[in-house]
């Protein structure tokens, strides 16, 4: 006989995957709801696309690698074609409109929320599967749906029970940052790249960091080296004048913007879109309270093709030891004209915004805006006798159908451990219905709210009515349960 043991293998979750409780459920599904009301008032419609893309879909990587999996999770399919999981919501939707250009209305409006995934390194609050929320136009090349989508960004903001003062959504154009390094002969498109990143990292890192990046490079805390732009003192100063140029009014920051672009065309259409959003967001009611102009946001994606933006938190929480909570950027967005090019060789202007759920979700719960994703409250009917789980199972229907939240306990245990599990279930009522009940045709009702659920100690029927003083409870006629079982739930 064998004596080698089964294998059992070890309770684990990988690295950089997450299991969500209840609570934090409930408060991204809010989110979600707050945000999909914006969109939806704004005359979007929803969209859904496979987890899934071809790898070459999503435009990260080049065809001819030997295993396309660098920033992403991919396998290979079996006709040998390499898929992945999605990396964001932007390329899918880019596939869907090439491969469906000639069916859809132009400017396609769309908004989705769906679940992406990133094989990079995970880190506190970075993780490898999280779910993302989108609004894109597609086919509109006016700056003005640019400052709509700037406008809904606040919108969302609102939505999510943010007061005006708490959040700002900073808005850019990358043309011109493109007119600035062509002043400065750094146009090549792997410095741009580099450029945009290390600005992108600035509220990360401080001027500093950016300075060391916009040159030579940076050793982080690991001893990880990050490769600069290259730049040398005369560009990395001009670099930082550009960002230098934040501060005041919209109309102050394209003043001090003006002379930086130089001649540049690139930099002086970015300069006239932006005066154009100014004049769209005035008359939307999207005030400088709500909405300014920052040249340090730059978004760190490299298919954006002008004016860009963030969403970021203000207000700010503390952790116990007193030391604040940074939050950032809790979403953004911008143009990306030449993502659907690649499909179909054709330019397609687009313009979209995106946030993290689970990201701001968890600002929001830290800032105090969490109490609105709690549960509904939950009516637990226990169940003290098998012979009647039928009975409790029918009871529970019928506050479910009265509009309630409930569940019957399967049965089990004595009446004590029942109560003790709607106490774990944070339940605000319990129904019970013992053999006295039944034979009178009535139910009690316990309201679990107005002290500790009765523990373990109540073993039996006799010891909970002695414990009757201590709690509050009615018994009352089975017609009347449901009307008595929401009148205590919604008693303060």
């Known amino acids: 006989m064998s004596d080698s043991k089964p294998f059992r293998p070890k309770a684990r979750r990988p690295r950089g995957f997450e299991d969500k409780s209840a609570a934090v459920i409930r408060a991204e599904r809010r989110l979600i709801e707050a945000a999909v009301r914006v969109y939806d008032a704004f005359g979007f419609e929803p969209l859904d696309t496979p987890a899934f893309e071809y790898a070459d879909a999503l435009g990260k990587f080049l065809p001819d690698e030997e295993r396309p999996n660098e920033g992403v999770f991919a396998l290979q399919d079996d006709d040998g074609q390499w898929m992945a999981l999605r990396y964001d919501l932007t390329a899918p939707l880019a596939r869907y409109v090439a491969e469906n250009f000639q069916h859809i209305a132009k400017p396609f409006r769309r908004y989705q929320t769906g679940e992406v995934w990133r094989n990079e390194k995970p880190g ?25 989508m700037i406008a809904m960004a606040a919108d969302v903001m609102r939505a999510a029970g943010l007061k005006d003062g708490e959040y700002m959504i900073r808005v850019n154009d990358r043309r011109i940052l493109d007119g600035v390094l062509e002043s400065i002969g750094a146009g090549r498109p792997d410095t741009r790249m580099r450029v945009l990143r290390a600005i992108d990292k600035l509220d990360r890192l401080g001027r500093e960091g950016v300075e060391q990046l916009l040159g030579a490079g940076r050793k982080d805390e690991s001893g990880d080296f990050t490769e600069g732009a290259g730049l040398d003192a005369k560009g990395a100063a001009a670099v930082l004048a550009f960002i230098d140029a934040a501060g005041g009014g919209r109309a102050d920051v394209l003043a001090a913007l003006s002379p930086l672009a130089g001649n540049s065309e690139a930099g002086r259409a970015g300069l006239a879109a932006l005066a154009e959003i100014d004049a769209c967001l005035t ?12 040249p340090s946001v730059v978004r760190g994606l490299g298919y954006y093709t002008g004016p860009v933006f963030e969403a970021e938190l203000l207000t700010q929480a503390s952790y116990a030891d007193g030391s604040p909570m940074r939050f950032g950027s809790v979403g953004g967005g911008g143009r990306y004209d030449d993502l ?8 397609v202007p687009a313009t979209g915004f995106s946030f993290g759920v689970s990201r701001f979700a968890a600002a929001l719960a830290a800032l105090g805006y969490g109490e609105t994703a709690e ?8 169940t003290l006798d098998r012979e009647y789980a039928a009975e409790s199972q029918a009871m529970a229907a019928e506050l479910r159908a009265a509009g309630l939240r409930a569940e019957a306990h399967p049965g089990g245990g004595n009446m004590g451990k029942q109560l003790k599990y709607a106490d774990r279930r944070e339940a605000a009522v319990a129904v019970i219905v013992g053999e006295d009940e039944r034979a009178a045709g009535q139910v009690t009702v316990k309201n679990l709210r107005r002290g500790a659920a009765v523990s373990d100690r109540a073993g039996s029927r006799e010891d909970w ?3 009757q003083a201590e709690q509050a409870q009615i018994t009352v006629a089975r017609a009347e349960m449901a009307a008595r079982v929401l009148e205590m739930i919604r008693k303060p």
């Not at 609050?125 to 709509?148: K, L, Y």
């Not at 008359?283 to 920052?294: I, K, Q, T």
């Open 375 to 382: 549960a509904a409250p939950l009516a637990v009917v226990l």
């Open 283 to 294: 008359a939307l009611g999207v005030g400088e309270g709500r909405a300014v102009f920052d």
């Open 124 to 148: 506190p609050g970075r993780f490898r599967q999280f779910i993302q929320c989108d609004a894109d136009s597609v086919g509109a090349a006016s700056p003005t749906a640019d400052a709509e």
């Open 340 to 347: 659907v090019a690649r499909f179909t060789g054709q330019t």
């Open 465 to 467: 009515l002695k414990q």
